[in-house]
């Protein structure tokens, strides 16, 4: 073949690439569009105001009464208040409608005025993630940089301490080769425990040490003792935490993100349950603190969630759903059976 048919049959393959590679930016950008569009059959959305403290303000699309209680929830319908907090009234219609704060979070929690937002950030390279102290108006207070995929987050009841905890590597409990770190930050003093396994860890009223410890799923009792999981040696401890003692006591195994009841009497958590898939292994089950007795709950599905208590007898979690994810409720008590709550939702905090 002469240099001249090599240099046509070149720019031939090279005009061929080129095309194959706008129409796939034109593709991925349609795509993108769309997003931006309000998904057909999700619940309506409005721009409006959210208040951590005294019920939702005044504003558009809000109400101005503190007396009805509120899901400040992250939004998972594609539209363009994706992954945006929204508020929703509790107890009403699944698909009804909710007011948009602009906020965007992939996880979000909120006590008396202090919210708690892990928020990715898009770069050049990469995607970085910070940890955002919130005030009741959600405006920013303070960020922190996080070393990894944000995953389970709580403030303390008196919105003083916020913890969180983040993928390091991997990006599921189901798999037994992630890593995670869980941080804890004392908003008024802005002290912030970067890293959880660096507390004494007592197992069996004796010091333990292993290198392959994890820590995740902080739930805070008051403003200096919470709980959270601990693993290690491939098996899973509910724990017992100190802040001012630095100390993390086990207290028996098999729980995995523990959540505090609002009287702090129970711990709603998931369970790995013998016999069931790998890849979907948990029950929610319910600790009385008091008599350490389990409760399983009444619901049969898989469950991978930091469950939300609605009050003290109703615990909230996500399952998978058309939009992403949607939030049932189920009694706290084993009985009765899951009850959608809200759709397109991922849980965050409840107010009022």
């Known amino acids: 073949m002469s240099v001249r048919a090599r240099l046509a049959v070149l720019v031939a393959v090279l005009v061929v690439l080129a095309g194959v590679g706008t129409a796939a930016v034109v593709h991925a950008s349609d795509r993108a569009a769309r997003r931006d569009d309000q998904q057909a059959g999700g619940p309506p959305i409005h721009p409006g105001r959210i208040r951590l403290a005294g019920g939702t303000g005044p504003g558009p699309g ?40 602009g906020v965007r979070c992939l996880r ?11 928020r ?12 955002v102290v919130l005030d009741a108006d959600l405006h920013e207070r303070r960020r922190i940089a996080v070393g990894g995929i944000p995953t389970r987050t709580r403030v303390s009841p008196s919105g003083r301490m916020a913890g969180w905890t983040v993928f390091v590597s991997g990006d599921s409990y189901a798999d037994g080769t992630f890593s995670t770190r869980s941080s804890i930050l004392d908003t008024r003093t802005g002290h912030l425990d970067a890293n959880l396994e660096t507390y004494r860890i007592v197992r069996d009223g004796r010091a333990f040490h292993a290198p392959d410890v994890n820590i995740w799923g ?6 200096d003792h919470f709980y959270a999981t601990l693993a290690t040696g491939g098996q899973t401890y509910l724990v017992r935490g100190e802040v001012a003692a630095r100390t993390l006591t086990t207290l028996r195994t098999n729980v995995e993100c523990p959540s505090l009841s ?22 929610l089950h319910v600790l009385d603190l008091r008599t350490m007795r389990e409760t399983p709950l009444a619901e049969g599905r898989d469950v991978d969630d930091q469950a939300l208590w ?43």
């Open 120 to 131: 990715r950030e898009p770069g050049v390279v990469g995607d970085s993630y910070q940890a």
């Open 62 to 101: 809000t109400t101005s009464g503190a007396s009805a209680r509120r899901l400040v929830v992250r939004s998972m319908a594609w539209g363009p208040h994706r992954d945006e907090l929204v508020g929703a009234p509790v107890g009403e219609d699944p698909g009804s409608a909710r007011v948009s704060s």
């Open 310 to 352: 609605l009050d003290d007898r109703t615990v909230a979690y996500a399952l998978p759903g058309d939009y992403g994810t949607d939030l049932w409720t189920v009694p706290a008590d084993g009985k009765g059976a899951p009850r959608l709550l809200a759709t397109a939702a991922l849980a965050g905090a409840v107010l009022g």
């Open 108 to 118: 979000f929690h909120a006590a008396t005025g202090t919210g708690l937002c892990l």
């Open 218 to 223: 902080v739930t805070f009792a008051d403003d």
């Open 262 to 283: 609002p009287d702090g009497t129970r711990l709603a958590f998931k369970k790995r349950v013998p016999g069931l898939p790998k890849d979907a292994p948990w029950r």
